[in-house]
């Protein structure tokens, strides 16, 4: 068993920053690769970004490739989301999901363990 919670999430003007955390607990969490996923109101969840359990293999969505950046501390059974330049487009609920072992990392399916999310509004 896993467990997420986000936070970390606010409300920010376009071109501002935040940074979410997710708080992990579980024996095997540490193994396990990492994503965040975004769902903005009335669209599907979408991938966002991920890190392998060890943090040296990165992936990312191209529309944040440059502004985000995601990295662990699996000692702190932590997993960040530094997020730069947002935009109103980035309006969305984020969560944070651990993989299952040999899942892909971008796909939504692959992850079987879920935070409960943290709200993100960017204003323009």
């Known amino acids: 068993q896993v467990q997420l919670v986000e936070s970390g999430g606010g409300l920010v003007q376009a071109g501002g920053s935040l940074r979410l955390s997710c708080a992990a607990s579980g024996r095997t969490f540490y193994s396990r690769d990492v994503g965040w996923f975004r769902q903005p109101l009335g669209k599907e969840r979408e991938f966002v970004a991920a890190?392998?359990?060890?943090?040296?293999?990165?992936y990312y969505a191209d529309f944040v490739k440059g502004r985000f950046t995601i990295s662990r501390d699996n000692a702190k059974n932590m997993v960040y989301l530094q997020m730069n330049s947002l935009k109103p487009e980035d309006t969305a609920v984020y969560y944070c999901?651990?993989?299952?072992?040999?899942?892909?990392?971008?796909?939504?399916?692959?992850?079987?363990?879920w935070g409960q999310g943290t709200q993100v509004t960017v204003s323009s």
């Open positions: 999901a651990a993989n299952r072992v040999g899942g892909r990392p971008s796909r939504l399916e692959d992850y079987d363990y």
């Open positions: 890190v392998n359990w060890r943090g040296g293999n990165i």
